[in-house]
């Protein structure tokens, strides 16, 4: 401890002094050889260093091994652009060759027996990883010291056969590999092939794919992947005996003995070289190069053989056993299966639709056995090639397990099948949501399994959100069983076997089947029937408001302690709402009226009243709810959801309320309601919405909207204390508005009749006069964000309101003048001459982008940077 103190002390006195040393290692090695301190000034003509290392012994030898290996892990962490740092690299760099000679001479008396031998040499492999990894830096100034370091490898790679030596011989390998590959020649390379597949390295390799992951099994076959992963475009391309000998062991890495992280420690590394692999030659074979060459045929072989049986590795352990890994071992398991999951989509495009039939078969094969978690596993990797599927060329696999006794199977309550299971099962009949689409027979017993496995807690996630899936996907033919989904539903409802996020899925899942009637009426009919469901939980909501006592049996408040029963409810019964509201949208594939260039969707003719009885019972709905809850900022922004479902349909609907009924909630608004902002931003869809349509009502709507902003923002003491509220304000949607409203004074200024035209004239004098008034304003503005009062990422967009200032405003020198003579805008660090060049500048660039680098020049003189303008 003593002795690597004293290195870190001479290491520090180096690198802040590099001038007084510079033959620092020649300099210690003739002063461990003498025994007593040796003048700096001596070591300019020293005896050949490697006469002088005979006489060093190891004790000693190894110090000066610490000393050079800290160097240049130390050298590695300073700046050596920095000013106090200069030379520190080339310093360092003059000593290459005695570094060499020290280590070639630990080296060259072989590898002896002894331990405190084998201890050196250890070190000075270590040193030699030091320097490999420091000389990336001096090659980049174009040092020529490589070579020197190179001469060294060949005693590393002997060093592999040594039991003592493995673990530091094998850590340089893999990190030069890895990190540094340009740095070891071919020479090297087929070495090291070699000794990896030569007989002495089998037994190692063996133990490691027999289970035994003690450190240095794993950093063994962590060298193969590193070496591998260096060399893939040569295996990938290479059809020879040793090529695909060593592809075959580094396959076998995937299927080494025990679960991935928790046992087996290799699978993860093992994988990561197989997704490049992957990766490397699907490019390769999507060049026109390479498709015909005779190598492919040969790399895809591998891919076919790793994917047939890697599957396994993915199968979960027994809960139980599961349960007792440590968290992050869990977490670290189920990371490793997507990764598998996306090794598999990458090799979909070198096998093709022979991938889903393989996991197909397996499906069925753990299905007809009873194997539960084989059975999991399989349907995991078939669910992952989902999204590889184009089209129908794998319906006929997909049938033969959507027909098999799966469903029946997923629909049994007894406890042998486990739930991960069921619940991955149940995800592959979203994933294959297009299959069912085209295969709309078997839609009837998907959906009749979904539904049944509702009442579970863990299934009812993903069964909502494949109902959802199916439903919306398949609409058109399911619309004819609306009736039954209404039923079934009603009946999970009554039971209380749904909770509140599956409700809300299954509404919307609903609500699109029944957007699909084809009949107005009909379809009204059991909106209204679906809108029953909300207004009984509505009710509730209101009845458990006024009765704290109120009972209740809702399944989410028995089997979780929610506080608050009614809050609970009115936040189900709104989003509940939105679910409805989006599953009754037109598709956005609904054909084109070309004669009108509207989209053909429902328009409801001669059942208005009807239309707007159930719109009126959703208005009546929300009101009740947000009166009851006025402080609730969550129930505001739902409300404000369910409004902005109906913003983008083209065609009359149950969600597009008449733009009077809108206009009116949101004229209601205002303090102390909660993130009034969110009003506002739905106010600028709404506006948005309207288009720039003449009609007299919807001008009337906008100036109303228009003024109502005016006043929430009059009525805020300043624009910082409702930050949401004046971010929206300035939203485009508005801006629109206020745009609209201009154009509209200047219509009525050419218009004929004198009052309104009076009326104009009017306004264009007073809002002339506040040009006058507000370009001051704005300059003064600008210049006190830019002068250093803004933030640096802030600059950009300060800079544009500028440059259209300066662009389209004759008195812009004059108002940004006034502004930089202002000490309170900008900082005393700024000169007067600096200011009046700024301003020269920024107006002879016209509101150019040069105008940028101008504005952040100047932040930064005005925060206290030096800088100056160019004359």
Known sequence: MVVRKLTSALVAFFIHFPNLWPDCIRSLCVSMSSSSPWPVEITAVPPEISTILWDVDSRKLQTVLWFAGSLVEEAGKIDANASKHLGIYEAIASNISDVVALMSHCFSAGFSQTSEDRSLQGDCIKTLQSWILFSQRLAARGDETIPLLRSLIPPVLSALSIADLFEAAAELLSDTLLNYSGFLLEAHYEALFSLLLEDSARGRYQRLVDGDFDFESVQFGQLMLALGDSKVQLLIENTGDRSQDFLTRLRGLLHAQGYPISDDRIFVPALEFWSTFVETLVDCMCSDDHQAQPWVSAASSHVVELVSGIWRKVIFPPAQDFAEWDSSDRIAFVDARKDVADLLQSSFTIIGSRLVSSFADLVLSSLASGHWLELEAAAYCLGALADCVAGDICDESLHTVFSSPLFHTLQQTDSRLPPRTRQTCILLLERYAEFFERETASLPAALTLLFSVLPDAALAGPAAKSIQRLCSSSQQSLASESGAFLDQYSMLSTRQQIDCAASERVLGAVASVVYAIPDDQERLRYLDTLLSFVRQDVSDSLRATSSPGFEHSHRCLVEHDVSNVAEHLALKSLRCLVSIGKG????????????????????????????????????????????????????????????????????AGPFVFPPDVVANYLLQQGPPTPRLGLFVSAACSFISSLGKSPDGGLDLIRSNLFSWVTRLLQQLPE??????????????????????????????????????????????????????????????????????????????????????????????????????????????????????????????????????????EFWLAARGSKFAYAS
């Open 719 to 856: 624009p910082d204390s409702d930050t949401e509220l004046a971010q929206i304000f300035l939203d485009p949607g508005l801006s629109g508005s206020a745009e609209f409203f201009y154009l509209f004074a200047l219509r009525v200024l050419d218009g004929r009749e004198p009052l309104p035209k009076a009326a104009a004239a009017d306004f264009w004098r007073a809002a002339e006069t506040a040009t006058g008034q507000l370009g001051p304003l704005l300059a003064r503005s600008l210049i006190k964000n830019i002068g250093g009062g803004g933030a640096r990422s802030e600059l950009d967009k300060l800079s544009e309101p500028l440059k259209k200032m300066i662009s389209q405003h004759s008195k812009s020198r004059s108002w940004l003048g006034d502004a930089l003579r202002d000490e309170h805008c900008v900082g005393y660090q700024v000169t007067q001459q600096d200011r009046e060049a700024f301003l020269k500048k920024v107006i002879s660039l016209r509101g150019s982008r040069a105008t940028n680098q101008v504005v952040r």
């Open 584 to 651: 009754f949208k037109a598709p956005v594939e609904a054909p084109i009226d070309i004669e009108t260039d509207r989209l053909q969707v429902h328009a409801y003719a001669g059942h208005r009243e009807l239309l707007l009885e159930i719109q009126s019972g959703i208005i009546t709905m929300i009101q009740r709810l947000q009166q009851s809850f006025p402080d609730n900022a969550e129930v505001v922004e739902t409300i404000c959801t369910i409004f902005r479902t109906g913003f983008s349909e083209s065609e």
